[in-house]
């Protein structure tokens, strides 16, 4: 049964107003800013990735390689192909009331690309290492919940950016999988 478009994207809308405007309070007015800002995230990602480069042996470096081909296809598929091929306005352009918390880009809306790239990296070593998954998803979920909370993504921006995000971790880690068995038959061959 397929769902009518206007009715999916009348939900879209009554969500966004009910996370932008209904549950607006003061700590998420200052805690949900500095989350959605990743200028604050690229420090300590840095330092992940140089720790697996340096001291993670050959699965760290591995990682960190897949980690790079998830952001470039998350980012690049979000922001270069699906957001100019879907045009969708971002709603701090199209909506009045919107408890605008950040500056509004002037980029396109759907899929969020910090969702994306949020999830690429979440799923990526969330299935490499175990241990590190809930706090990943965590994460990710909380910095796409803030792009809808700061009023420039709609929810279902984020939704497709968390799904994109997932394939595009998905793969890297298949990518890096594939790449450690080549290495490991070259090894034995040796």
């Given at each position: 049964?397929a769902?009518?478009?206007?009715?999916l994207?009348?939900?879209?809308?009554?969500?966004?107003?009910?996370?932008?405007v209904?549950?607006?309070?003061?700590?998420?007015?200052l805690l949900?800013?500095?989350?959605?800002?990743?200028?604050?995230?690229?420090?300590?990602?840095?330092g992940?990735?140089?720790?697996?480069?340096?001291?993670g042996?050959?699965?760290?470096?591995?990682?960190a390689?897949?980690a790079?081909?998830?952001?470039?296809?998350?980012?690049?598929?979000?922001?270069?192909?699906l957001k100019?091929l879907?045009?969708?306005?971002?709603p701090c352009?199209?909506l009045?009331?919107?408890h605008?918390?950040?500056?509004?880009?002037?980029?396109?809306s759907?899929?969020?690309s910090?969702?994306?790239?949020?999830?690429?990296?979440?799923?990526?070593?969330?299935l490499?290492?175990?241990?590190v998954?809930l706090?990943?998803?965590v994460?990710?979920?909380?910095?796409?919940?803030?792009?809808?909370?700061v009023g420039?993504?709609y929810?279902?921006d984020?939704?497709m950016?968390a799904l994109?995000?997932c394939?595009?971790?998905?793969l890297s880690?298949?990518i890096?999988?594939?790449?450690?068995g080549?290495?490991?038959?070259?090894r034995r061959?040796?």
């Amino acid at each position: 049964m397929a769902v009518p478009l206007g009715w999916l994207l009348g939900w879209d809308v009554k969500v966004f107003f009910l996370i932008n405007v209904r549950l607006q309070n003061g700590f998420f007015d200052l805690l949900m800013p500095i989350l959605t800002n990743l200028h604050y995230w690229r420090l300590p990602l840095l330092g992940i990735w140089i720790a697996l480069m340096v001291w993670g042996g050959k699965r760290g470096r591995l990682v960190a390689g897949a980690a790079i081909l998830a952001l470039l296809f998350s980012d690049q598929l979000s922001s270069h192909l699906l957001k100019p091929l879907l045009s969708r306005v971002r709603p701090c352009h199209t909506l009045s009331g919107v408890h605008l918390l950040v500056g509004c880009p002037h980029s396109y809306s759907l899929p969020s690309s910090h969702a994306a790239n949020c999830f690429s990296i979440a799923t990526l070593f969330s299935l490499e290492y175990k241990r590190v998954a809930l706090p990943l998803m965590v994460i990710a979920l909380l910095v796409s919940y803030s792009r809808i909370y700061v009023g420039v993504h709609y929810p279902l921006d984020v939704l497709m950016g968390a799904l994109l995000g997932c394939i595009c971790g998905g793969l890297s880690w298949e990518i890096k999988n594939q790449a450690a068995g080549i290495l490991e038959r070259r090894r034995r061959v040796n």
